[in-house]
């Protein structure tokens, strides 16, 4: 079997006395898309930079095809990073722009960059790269234009053509739709993910947005407080979590999560004894669980205790209730048969078969 | 009911020449949630501006309750308002930050103490009171805001984007939050994004502004399922209505360019150029359906999926349900229920109803 593209194995960083990765193991093949999802804070940028080898661990080991990198410079690692700052050269065009990363680095370094540019040997090959990705990314008709004119989405683009240009090894993008609007995020988005497979360069992509990670990822890597709580396909982390922390991660709005308590041979809520929960026949140890169920797979009818819409939300297809019920809020998203409004009574329905129960502690 | 806030032929233009607000209408009653929407540059925050205050408009006239307050400055409008940036004191306290436009007006300390305990403790902020703003966390931050913002009980509440920094679950909770307090308080509020999903899920109605106009007004379900004009159509919704353009037949079809001929909703003159819109959950797989594609990317979203398909007519998505995936390159024919679709005129742009 050939090696990963990227293997990370027990990875531990620290800034002073506080740890920014903790036993991070991690392997990307050679055509696919992980994303690390994160809130900030999570050690994710971190991560990007110890495989870009901007930071040197204090533990573990990077190897890429095999290699181990580890105390490799980011030049001879042969990757390239997307900034969430649109990171170009003003007073440069977007041409030069893209060219930067084709000249040799010994070339940058002794004549100047803009002495770079004026140098024949190569230009007609940097020239066929840099239409290729013009091409690719739909920014033809910016080449010549400087950098600072471009509104927020070209530059972005321009970034990750510059990241593409010189087919790198190994993509690793950092955030890189996080300053654009909504709109925007969501074309490039899907953009990035057809374009990468196109290209069949392994990406690393980092982000807070649950939706990025639930849209791009062949697998998603879910970290907090610097470790890896759990890895797998969008699915499988969305269907099943491990911990009710994974499961808050992925989903909009977030999962329900019911405490209960064993009374007098049955599930209640806690808090809320009359109100019993059905909750299937694989039970965790113990007298106090959470009860999890999606926002999806709560039905409107059919449950013993009735609630109270306090909140309508109106999201295109379907409906946001916000519900009171037995002293918890929860979330419903159900389709627009019916219209509801805000102080609605109804008994909601969770299916056990549905639900996802985790031990309490 | 009579209108609260009437904005009138409001217009703004910058020294440089820029229109940015072009002779706007609005009218909002008493204890609505109305949200300005639009792309940057829209006007949207302009006119928000120009109603707190912060911005004197060119002509036109602002009425909140009966009276013009158009040339009145800021502190004299009653108004409380919200920015995408806290731009809390950074010196003082929670508490003193809550507190301070109550005795920059004067309040005793009782009515001080009174009033701001009231706010922190609407908001979940009682914890925080005496901590700085740069030890909080950004949502805390923002809370503390919008405390400040209510605490001499306005008349009208007035925010720009106030979710723009917060990530994930916290914007989320932070517009049910914000929804609730204006619910319970009834305080009429206009409030400024470039999210449409914020937008629709906050607002009773929704004002959609492109360059400096408004080109629809509505509830959030009318201008999802009736946009106006070809804007409205493509900027509400995520993803974007698909859009097939063409031009009508005798036998009341949409011809497109590449020869396929789509189902039209209703009876058209022939001859016309048209665009169908089709929202995404208006899509299905119909093996009798008028559209051959391949699927090009299947993203799974948690509820939903959204299956994009390379079709003869253009790029097409598709929601489905999470347990119907396609894989990439397979082959599918596409159908809609033409009952579910828009049809706008390319040449104005404008919906045909």
């Known amino acids: 079997m050939t090696a990963p593209a990227l293997r990370l194995s027990g990875i531990g960083h620290r800034y002073g006395s506080t740890v920014a990765l903790e036993e991070v193991s991690l392997a990307v093949d050679a055509d696919e898309l992980v994303v690390v999802l994160g809130p900030s804070g999570a050690g994710k940028t971190t991560l990007l ?89 739909g920014i033809e008709r910016l080449l010549e234009r400087p950098a600072e004119l471009l509104s927020g989405g070209e530059m972005q683009r321009v970034a990750i053509g510059r990241a593409i240009v010189r087919r790198p090894r190994l993509f690793l993008l950092d955030e890189p739709l996080t300053n654009l609007d909504a709109k925007l995020r969501e074309q490039l988005r899907v953009e990035l993910v057809v374009l990468r497979r196109e290209l069949g360069i392994p990406m690393v992509y980092v982000t807070h947005d649950q939706s990025e990670a639930l849209a791009m990822g062949d697998r998603v890597v879910v970290l907090h407080a610097g470790r890896v709580l759990q890895e797998g396909t969008a699915q499988q982390v969305y269907e099943r979590p491990r911990t009710p922390k994974v499961a808050r991660q992925l989903g909009q709005p977030a999962i329900n999560l019911i405490p209960l308590r064993r009374s007098a041979g049955q599930w209640c809520v806690d808090g809320a004894e009359q109100v019993p929960v059905e909750v299937g026949l694989r039970v965790p140890d113990g007298d106090q669980l959470w009860f999890g169920i999606r926002p999806e797979a709560v039905a409107v009818a059919g449950g013993s205790h009735e609630g109270t819409v306090r909140l309508v939300e109106d999201t295109g297809p379907g409906t946001i209730l916000l519900l009171d019920w037995a002293g918890q809020e929860l979330h419903l998203l159900v389709d627009k048969s019916r219209k509801w409004s805000t102080g609605d009574h109804l008994a909601p329905y969770f299916d056990p078969e549905r639900a996802l129960l985790w031990q309490r502690s | 009911m009579s209108s609260f806030l009437e904005l009138s032929a409001l217009r703004k233009v910058f020294p440089d020449g820029t229109v940015a607000v072009d002779g706007m209408d609005l009218s909002c009653v008493e204890g609505e949630f109305v949200v300005l929407l639009g792309p940057s540059g829209c006007g949207k925050t302009t006119t928000l501006r120009m109603v707190a205050g912060l911005e004197v408009p060119s002509s036109g006239s602002i009425r909140m309750a009966g009276e013009e307050i158009a040339q009145l400055p800021p502190q004299a409008r009653d108004v409380g308002f919200v920015f995408q940036f806290y731009a809390l004191y950074p010196h003082l306290s929670v508490f003193d930050n809550v507190a301070f436009p109550l005795r920059s007006v004067g309040c005793d300390v009782v009515q001080v103490r009174q009033r701001v305990g009231e706010m922190v403790e609407r908001l979940g902020l009682e914890h925080l009171v005496g901590r700085r703003p740069a030890t909080l966390s950004g949502g805390d931050q923002q809370r503390v805001a919008l405390a400040r913002a209510l605490v001499r009980s306005p008349r009208l509440w007035l925010m720009d984007e106030p979710l723009g920094t917060l990530d994930g679950e916290g914007r989320l909770q932070m517009r049910e939050l914000i929804r609730r307090q204006q619910i319970d308080l009834g305080i009429t509020t206009i409030y400024v994004t470039h999210d449409q999903e914020e937008a629709m899920s906050l607002a009773d109605r929704v004002v959609v502004m492109e360059g400096g106009d408004i080109r629809q007004i509505g509830p959030p379900g009318e201008v999802y399922d009736d946009p106006q004009d070809l804007f409205v159509a493509d900027f509400v919704g995520s993803p974007s209505m698909n859009i097939v353009t063409g031009q009508s037949t005798a036998a009341g079809l949409l011809l497109t360019p590449c020869g396929v001929q789509l189902p039209l909703s209703r009876p058209v003159a022939a001859l016309l150029p048209l665009a169908l819109g089709v929202r995404p959950e208006a899509v299905f797989v119909d093996d009798q359906g008028p559209l051959a594609g391949t699927v090009v990317l299947d993203e799974l979203l948690g509820a939903h999926r959204n299956i994009h398909v390379d079709t003869s007519v253009g790029r097409f998505i598709m929601r489905r349900h999470p347990t119907e995936g396609l894989a990439t390159g397979t082959a599918v024919t596409l159908g809609f229920d033409p009952r579910r679709t828009c049809l706008f005129r390319t040449d104005t742009g404008k919906s045909i109803r």
């Open chain 1, 49 to 137: 930079r110890t495989i870009a080898g901007l930071e040197l661990p204090a533990a573990g080991r990077v190897e890429l095809h095999g290699d181990d990198v580890t105390r490799w410079t980011p030049a001879q690692r042969d990757v390239a990073f997307v900034f969430q700052n649109f990171s170009l050269y003003p007073g440069w065009t977007v041409r030069q722009n893209l060219a930067f990363p084709l000249l040799a680095p010994a070339r940058r370094a002794t004549r100047g960059v803009r002495a770079a540019f004026r140098v024949g040997a190569d230009t007609e090959e940097i020239d066929e790269r840099i239409d290729w990705a013009a091409r690719l990314l």
